[in-house]
């Protein structure tokens, strides 16, 4: 990697392990694709499962454990159903956590910023549709997001804000109002 090329960062989401749709090959290809790009960092925005079984969840960790660059994981609504949540943080830890990606001196001054922030959050709810964070993690948020130089990134499952013209509102997370003014406050780059 140069010294000024950018941050490379890939997103994947609702995989559904487990689910009648669920398409192996693309998952494999999907994958190959992900590491020929190279990222510094894959970020996993949930749905690993269908229905939150231990071996969907196993299966799902089968294709991520593939992936050649760094993953943060976050559980989606489908994930904490049936105790699923229980077996997210068996295999993949906590629901709720925080990585920096500090990049070198010539790398941070070609591209103006001293590294990448992400904080991932869990907005499922168990056995529900439904998400939120909750302001008791409001001051977490708060206290990782405190790196004024780093580009800023929040990974959740569900939308902060509605998705137009694509019938997404049932999937905005409860508290979104405040979360969006925090996110905001905090000066947040990448939702």
């Not at 009648?20 to 998952?27: E, G, I």
């Not at 960790?61 to 989606?76: F, K, M, T």
Request: with cysteine; charged share 25%; hydrophobic share 40%.
């Amino acid at each position: 990697m140069s010294d000024a090329e950018p941050v490379r960062l890939a997103h994947l989401s609702c995989i559904h392990c487990g689910a009648a749709q669920f398409d192996a090959d693309l998952l494999s290809a999907t994958v190959a694709n992900i590491n020929r790009s190279r990222p510094d960092l894959v970020l996993v925005a949930g749905n690993l499962t269908e229905h939150g079984y231990e071996w969907e969840y196993e299966e799902a960790q089968g294709y991520l454990d593939q992936i050649e660059a760094p993953l943060i994981v976050v559980p989606g609504s489908d994930d904490s159903r049936n105790v699923g949540f229980v077996h997210y943080e068996h295999l993949f830890g906590d629901r709720y956590r925080a990585h920096r990606l500090e990049l070198p001196n010539a790398r941070s001054r070609a591209i103006d910023t001293d590294g990448v922030t992400v904080v991932a959050l869990d907005s499922s709810e168990p056995d529900l549709a439904d998400g939120r964070i909750g302001r008791e993690w409001y001051p977490w948020l708060r206290e990782r997001l405190d790196a004024p130089t780093d580009v800023k990134v929040v990974l959740l499952h569900h939308h902060v804000v509605a998705i137009p013209g694509a019938g997404r509102e049932a999937t905005v997370i409860q508290d979104a109002g405040d979360m969006l003014a925090l996110l905001s406050e905090l000066a947040v780059d990448v939702i």
